[in-house]
T-cell receptor, first 114, second 112 residues
Framework: AQSVAQPEDQVNVAEGNPLTVKCTYS??????LFWYVQYPNRGLQFLLK??????LVKGSYGFEAEFNKSQTSFHLKKPSALVSDSALYFC????????????FGTGTSLTVIP | DTGVSQNPRHKITKRGQNVTFRCDPI?????LYWYRQTLGQGPEFLTY????????KSRLLSDRFSAERPKGSFSTLEIQRTEQGDSAMYLC??????????FGPGTRLTVT
């Protein structure tokens, strides 16, 4: 079965410090991996994706994520957190193939403390 | 605004009633997805359209749920004989390439 796990419900980080939001996946084939962010009372917004190629992908708002096949992880990172980064972050996976089903994690609430 | 729109934004209904939600995707997007999200959970895939064809349905989508996308433009999701367990946020997303999805603000359904 395909699945995504976000092991931390809540991450707190001080403004200016680096942040990491963790994601691991379990799929039967090659994965396409995504990060989305959800601000209060707003729809999910796409941040970045890994399809193939470089393991380090860069996305919106200074975020990046590292694909690690051996550890089946796709952690979201940012070198210097901003208070405005406080939001709910979702990792998602789509399995390569004819299907189009996406599997989302349960989300990680990020709070950046001023 | 040229984003994905959903109507209504909120719906309160009594158990046993039928409800219908509408999603208007970004105009050039041929792919459309429906998801359900409950508190503390990520979006759960319900169904997927490419143009007017419904190509994939989740096992979560019981016989009480039906979705259409006539003419490959807007889509509707209908829930018949609603149950309290149907209370959730229903999300619609559209895409051109099947990777980057653009989500609407959702329709929050409360079944009393």
């Amino acid at each position: 079965a395909q699945s995504v796990a976000q092991p931390e419900d809540q991450v707190n980080v001080a403004e200016g410090n680096p942040l990491t939001v963790k994601c691991t996946y379990s799929v039967s084939g090659n994965p396409y991996l995504f990060w989305y962010v959800q601000y209060p009372n707003r729809g999910l917004q796409f941040l970045l994706k890994y399809i193939t190629g470089d393991n380090l992908v860069k996305g919106s708002y200074g975020f990046e994520a590292e694909f690690n096949k051996s550890q089946t992880s796709f952690h979201l990172k940012k070198p210097s957190a901003l208070v405005s980064d406080s939001a709910l972050y979702f990792c998602a996976v789509r399995v390569l193939g004819p299907g189009n089903q996406f599997y989302f994690g349960t989300g990680t609430s990020l709070t950046v403390i001023p | 605004d040229t984003g994905v729109s959903q109507n209504p934004r909120h719906k309160i209904t009594k158990r046993g009633q039928n409800v219908t939600f509408r999603c208007d995707p970004i105009s050039e997007h041929n792919r459309l997805y429906w998801y359900r999200q409950t508190l503390g959970q990520g979006p759960e895939f319900l169904t997927y359209f490419q143009n007017e064809a419904q190509l994939e349905k989740s096992r979560l989508l019981s016989d009480r749920f039906s979705a259409e996308r006539p003419k490959g433009s807007f889509s509707t999701l209908e829930i018949q004989r609603t149950e309290q367990g149907d209370s959730a946020m229903y999300l619609c997303a559209s895409s051109t390439d099947g990777y980057e999805q653009y989500f609407g603000p959702g329709t929050r359904l409360t079944v009393t």
